[in-house]
């Protein structure tokens, strides 16, 4: 492919998701939206459904999916392995920077960009990655913020009952009348521009007063998470379309719900919310030098 049939291509992967981000941010300065209630519309209703009809609308081999799930665990191990170890010699409260370091925009930009790259037929390995992420989050990083989190529950988490419903469906083989499973994609459709809209709506309310760290780690992330997401693909034997999503899973920025996270638990949350920002606006250069390595 030649430079300029790859920059157009990287233009129509990443100006839906930029565009959208910053219709958002711009609609988000002029109205202050609530969006509280959306959000959680999403996340309760939405997201959920997208994942279930990614699942239960396809025949899956879950065995083949298992490396990919794998070396997506292992990226995000080893980011937030490095980020303590960096945090105690820096002086930087290790659970300000080892969540967002860790937990990468699986949601809000991993799950749209493997479809505009790959195609709908890469969405069930997307929502793999998703679900290993969102999974990790709400276990292990509920519990680093407060160990008094019962693990036990999290299958009462929407998004994960909802893959676990619908890996239920896929593997059983149990029919669902077609006509359901429209409606359930049609309610999931909705997810992803509302997740990247939300997302321009929230960096409105941050700002850039920790800069110096929040810079350091929007470098470091994507870095890492690449050279990990290489060594986990050799390790693993991943191949073709695998290897290169677990490559751009290795560049995704931090999760804005790293922020969400901090504001809960009052872990230095204008401190992660640079960090987020930051780390989202580094995407821009980052995530097209993923694609480039991979398309």
Not at 53 to 73: N, Q, R, W
Not at 240 to 266: C, K, S, T, W
Request: overall charge positive; proline content about 6%.
């Amino acid at each position: 492919m030649d430079e300029q049939n790859l920059s157009f291509r990287l233009l129509a992967i990443l100006f839906p998701i930029f565009g959208i981000i910053a219709a958002g941010y711009f609609y988000g300065r002029k109205h202050k939206p609530e969006m509280a209630v959306a959000n959680r519309l999403n996340m309760d209703v939405f997201v959920p459904a997208l994942v279930f009809a990614a699942m239960a609308g396809k025949s899956i081999d879950l065995g083949a999916y298992a490396p990919l799930a794998v070396g997506g665990f292992l990226v995000l191990a080893a980011c937030g392995l490095l980020a303590w170890m960096i945090s105690r010699l820096a002086g930087i409260q290790p659970k300000t920077l080892a969540p967002p370091m860790m937990f990468n925009n699986s949601g809000n930009i991993g799950l749209p960009l493997a479809v505009l790259a790959w195609g709908e037929q890469a969405l069930p390995a997307a929502v793999i990655l998703f679900m290993v992420e969102n999974t990790l989050h709400f276990s292990f990083g509920a519990r680093l913020l407060d160990p008094t989190t019962r693990l036990l529950t999290l299958w009462r988490i929407p998004v994960v009952f909802a893959a676990i419903a619908g890996l239920t469906v896929a593997l059983v083989k149990i029919p669902i009348w077609q006509p359901a499973i429209i409606a359930i994609k049609m309610l999931g459709d909705v997810s992803v521009p509302l997740l990247l809209f939300s997302l321009g709506v929230r960096m409105t309310d941050v700002s850039f007063r920790e800069w110096k760290v929040a810079v350091g780690s929007a470098l470091l992330r994507p870095l890492a998470g690449m050279g990990v997401a290489y060594g986990a693909i050799a390790l693993l034997n991943l191949q073709g379309r695998d290897a290169a999503m677990l490559i751009v899973f290795g560049a995704l920025p931090p999760a804005v719900l790293n922020f969400l996270f901090a504001e809960r638990y009052q872990q230095e949350p204008q401190r992660v919310a640079s960090i987020v920002l930051i780390g989202n606006l580094a995407a821009l250069l980052f995530l097209p030098l993923a694609l480039v390595l991979v398309l």
